[in-house]
Structure formats: structure tokens, C-alpha cells
């Protein structure tokens, strides 16, 4: 069996990386000449519409060196959309994502590689306490995957990052994923698959400064949260039923009073009512949310269920990817 006809794709989203690129794009080279005797090599720069020199630098590299191709976005679209573009051309049969500042080490491509080698097919990358990220940014991500963890059903790691390795049936599987907000570290969670873990030291960023502001964080964590949970929608309906219980208990109460001859206050009848009614419209929302919720799934498009193995497809797998006979 040929090992050499196994092709490794590399894909890096880069917006305004003029800077870093030369830097990773070297490393990078040192680590995959060490893996040249094993795979045939793709590496995919995307270019998300950025105003600086990336582009042109990218246009460099390319004509240096014959492995690099690459797509560029006709604006910014955001890294996670960046990153579908890349591993949606990437036509590699085990792909390995990353970010191009350098901060997820080229040399722990192999380690991600060996994992594979052993028959998982997606390898996660998880960030070791990182001492250069700033204690907001480090306790906003622990109560955001907290949040996650709490609400929805998916188990999704914390310091999980976007450096990954997907084999290309996990990628495709990936690629079937219809859903417009897209939160990767999430979506494939979702799918499944034998996964493995790599931990990594992250390193400062080497040039240029971090794209994510506050505001594409809070939009990456809602994607997060609204994408892999319907609690928040279903909050209504259990706030409302709450309510309705506690005024039918109330109301009860009063029953109870005027059949014993006591009586009851005027204010007794008004948070009755108060209970009542606004519990009921709180349900009615919630009952609507149910709706709401089951058009959301649908329109997600996310696969009903994902295939491991169809034994007419095994062997042809196995001829193309030398490990799967083994795994
Ligand atoms: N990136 C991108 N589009 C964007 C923002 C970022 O393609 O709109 C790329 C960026 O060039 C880098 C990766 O996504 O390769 C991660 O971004 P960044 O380093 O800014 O995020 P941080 O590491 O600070 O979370
Ligand atoms: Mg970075």
C-alpha cells in the first residue's frame, strides 16, 4: 500500500495576518518537510477579505512553493466562516485546521497525526492554561462553557480550540451540517466519531493582534448557545407554568377562605389574577417557543444521523487510507 498517496491538508483562516504569515508559513514548512516521506501535502490558505497585504503575501508563498493553494473571501466573514470556506475545498483525506498567528504550534501537527494514525477520527486540541491570556477573557470563556455544558446536550470541552484534525469522513460528515451560524467546536462534538485529544501550550501570537474583540466573542458564544440548546426558548414555558401553579394554589387558598367564613383581602384576588393571567400568556409564548424551536432544528439541516461505517464503502476506505484496516 501506497502511504505516499494519503493526502494532509492543512487549512489556516487569516484576516490581517500580513505579518504572521511569513512567520507560520515557515514553521510550518519545518514541521511538514518532517511528514514529507508520509503524505502528499495541501495547504489552504483562505484570505478573509482582509484590507491589509495578506492576500498578496499569500499570493508569495504560493508561487514558492508548489503545495499552497489558496481561496480568498470577497469580504470579512468572520473565522468561522473563514474556516468552513477552507475545509469545505479542502480536498485532503485527513484535514487539520488551524489559526495563522502561530499561537496553535505547527510542531504538534504530528502528535494530531499520530492520534489519527491510530484510528480516531477527529483529534481536538486542548489549550493548556494559557499565562498570556488576559483573567477576563479566561473566566468569560470558563462561564460560557459552563453555560453550554448546563444547557445543552452536546459535551462540549472547554479550551477546546479551532486547531483539529478531521478525517474526511468526519469532514464530510462536518460538511453536511447545514446550519448558517456556525460554531464549529460544537458541530463536531455533535457528529461523533472515535475522538481523541492533543493538549498544547499556546503561544503568544507572533505578530498582529487578536481579532476577536468583545463583540465577535458575544457573537461566537450566542451562536454557541442558541445553536446547540433550545432551554433559553423553553424558559417561558416553564417560568409560565410556575406561575400558573402558584396562582392556582393561591386561588385555592381564597376558596378555602371564603368557604370557612374567613374571607380573604382584596390583594390575595389580584396576585391571583396577576399569576393567572400573566402565567398564561407566559405559557402561550412558551407553547409558541416549542414551535419555534422544532422550525429552528429544521431549518438548521443538520443531518438526521451520521454513518461510521457502510461495509460497501469499507473497502475502498481502506485502500485509500492505509490505517482504517488496521484501527
Ligand atoms: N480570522 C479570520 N477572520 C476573522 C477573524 C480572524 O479568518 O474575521 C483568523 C485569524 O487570522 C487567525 C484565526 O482566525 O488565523 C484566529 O483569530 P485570532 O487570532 O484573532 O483569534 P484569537 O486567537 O485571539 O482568539
Ligand atoms: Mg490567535
Redesign the pocket.
Known amino acids: 500500500m501506497d502511504a505516499k498517496a494519503t493526502l494532509l491538508s492543512i487549512v489556516?483562516?487569516?484576516?490581517?495576518?500580513e505579518e504572521?504569515l511569513p512567520f507560520f508559513h515557515a514553521e510550518l514548512c519545518k514541521v511538514l518537510d518532517g511528514l514529507a516521506g508520509d503524505f502528499d501535502i495541501e495547504i489552504l490558505y483562505?484570505d478573509?477579505g482582509s484590507r491589509d497585504r495578506t492576500l498578496n503575501v499569500i499570493r508569495r508563498i504560493a508561487a514558492s512553493d508548489h503545495r499552497v493553494v489558496f481561496l480568498s473571501l470577497s469580504r470579512?466573514?468572520?473565522?468561522q466562516a473563514?474556516?468552513s470556506a477552507g475545509l469545505e475545498h479542502a480536498t485532503g483525506d485527513v484535514v487539520v485546521s488551524m489559526?495563522?498567528?502561530l499561537?496553535h504550534p505547527p510542531a504538534a501537527v504530528p502528535l494530531l497525526l499520530e492520534k489519527w494514525r491510530q484510528g480516531f477520527d477527529v483529534v481536538l486540541s486542548i489549550r493548556e492554561q494559557d499565562a498570556n491570556l488576559s483573567r477576563f477573557k479566561r473566566w468569560t470563556s470558563a462561564l460560557f462553557y459552563l453555560l453550554l455544558r448546563t444547557i445543552s446536550n452536546v459535551e462540549i470541552r472547554a479550551a477546546a480550540s479551532?486547531f483539529r484534525l478531521l478525517s474526511r469522513r468526519a469532514l464530510d460528515a462536518l460538511l453536511r451540517m447545514g446550519e448558517r451560524h456556525r460554531f464549529l467546536r460544537g458541530m463536531v462534538q455533535w457528529l461523533g466519531f472515535p475522538a481523541a485529544e492533543v493538549r498544547f501550550h499556546p503561544d503568544r501570537?507572533r505578530a498582529?493582534?487578536?481579532?476577536?474583540d468583545l463583540r465577535?466573542m458575544a457573537t461566537l458564544a450566542c451562536d454557541g448557545l442558541f445553536g446547540f440548546s433550545l432551554a433559553p426558548l423553553r424558559l417561558a414555558l416553564a417560568v409560565g407554568s410556575l406561575a400558573v401553579l402558584s396562582g392556582l394554589g393561591i386561588s385555592a387558598w381564597i376558596v378555602v377562605a371564603l368557604v370557612i367564613g374567613r374571607g380573604a383581602p382584596g390583594w390575595v384576588f389580584v396576585l391571583a389574577s396577576v399569576h393567572l393571567l400573566g402565567g398564561s400568556i407566559l405559557g402561550g409564548l412558551g407553547i409558541l417557543g416549542e414551535y419555534v424551536g422544532r422550525i429552528f432544528e429544521q431549518v438548521k439541516a443538520r443531518p438526521l444521523y451520521v454513518l461510521k461505517e457502510d461495509s460497501r464503502e469499507t473497502d475502498r476506505n481502506e485502500s485509500r487510507i492505509p490505517h482504517r484496516g488496521a484501527a
Open positions: 489556516c483562516p487569516a484576516y490581517q495576518e504572521s483562505v478573509d470579512n466573514f468572520g473565522h473563514a474556516l489559526d495563522a498567528d499561537q479551532d501570537r498582529g493582534e487578536s481579532k476577536y465577535r
